[in-house]
């Protein structure tokens, strides 16, 4: 749905962007992470054409993006930074205008103004709203044509607890039903809940870009299992008379074992010793721990 070739943006002759190839599927939800100053929001700029690229090219649906393909944008929704809002007006008013320029029909109002939690709200000044429910309009403003691409800078910046549901739960309906979602946070917790494809940016450089299995394939875990006991030390002993390799880490064993069958054989040992099992837990791959694999590695090289 989107692919950027060799996309380079200046600021004041030094690099923002370098040599950017971005892939994002049709159909996935892929999320675009990185810290403040990565580069995140300057990418989807310039996918939208809000700013001008110095190299490279930009297609969306596989249409190399110009002024002159303003059919694609129809095609697309995006939230970038803060929404654009009349605070004087209620937020029906903001939706209406919008409708009103991009000849959307009226009952769509109602429609997005539920999907994102703000009908009790509707005949509301927007200068009387809380930077979360702004941000909520914001999501509703993009939604109105029913875009089948949907690019989202910070989408849960600002919000309270309640917001950061309704906006996870939302964009994975959007996900369910179809829609390419681009999206970009510096919350790893928020990109691993909702993404199954993820770029990784640092000083505007693109680390990994992929599928999220892909990714957990790059790092490479031990086979073994994580076991919590009130006697770590008998247990420690008992499985290293074994021959089990043992280590202790903070206040939990991990026991290197040659297959992930053993783990069983490992929970029957300890069992008949009578040494008492809180929990066993096989290691996963956490998206932080990819994240940091990439950008500490990439900091390393330079």
């Known amino acids: 749905m989107i692919q950027t070739r ?35 929001t300057t990418t989807m700029k310039l996918l939208l054409g809000l700013l001008k690229a110095d190299e ?9 993006m110009d002024s002159r393909q303003l059919h694609v944008y129809q095609r697309l929704g995006a939230l970038i930074e803060d929404p654009p809002l009349y605070p004087y007006l209620t937020a029906y008013e903001n ?20 999907m994102v939690g703000l009908s009790d709200v509707a005949q509301q000044r927007v200068g009387t709203f809380s930077t979360g429910m702004k941000q909520r309009l914001g999501m509703a403003l993009s939604l109105l044509p029913d875009p089948e691409l949907l690019i989202l800078d910070e989408p849960v910046n600002g919000l309270d607890p309640e917001g950061i549901v309704t906006v996870r739960e939302l964009i994975r309906t959007l996900h369910q039903e179809g829609k390419t979602i681009l999206l970009s946070s510096h919350l790893l917790y928020e990109v691993e809940q909702n993404c199954d494809h ?18 957990r394939q790059q790092q490479a ?37 040659e297959d992930e069958a053993a783990s069983n054989r490992v929970i029957d040992l300890l069992r008949n010793a009578d040494i008492d099992i809180r929990e066993v837990v096989r290691p996963k791959v956490r998206l932080e721990d990819l994240y940091l694999f990439f950008t500490q590695k990439d900091t390393a090289e330079q």
């Open 56 to 64: 490279g090219e930009v297609y969306i649906a596989d249409q190399l």
């Open 95 to 114: 939706l209406e205008i919008t409708c009103t320029y991009r000849a959307i029909a009226s009952p769509r109002i109602g429609e997005v103004m539920e």
């Open 6 to 40: 060799n996309l380079s943006f200046f600021y004041r002759k030094k690099k923002g962007i370098h040599q950017l190839n971005l892939h994002v599927p049709r159909g996935s939800c892929y999320g675009l992470l990185g810290q403040n100053g990565a580069g995140k």
């Open 221 to 257: 875990l031990p086979v073994g299992v994580w076991i919590s006991t009130l006697q770590p030390a008998q247990a420690r002993q008992l499985l290293s008379d074994k021959g089990y390799r043992v280590e202790k880490k903070e206040n939990r064993l991990f026991v290197y074992l």
């Open 198 to 215: 993820v770029g990784i940016l640092q000083k505007g450089r693109l680390l990994y870009s992929g599928s999220m299995d892909k990714l």
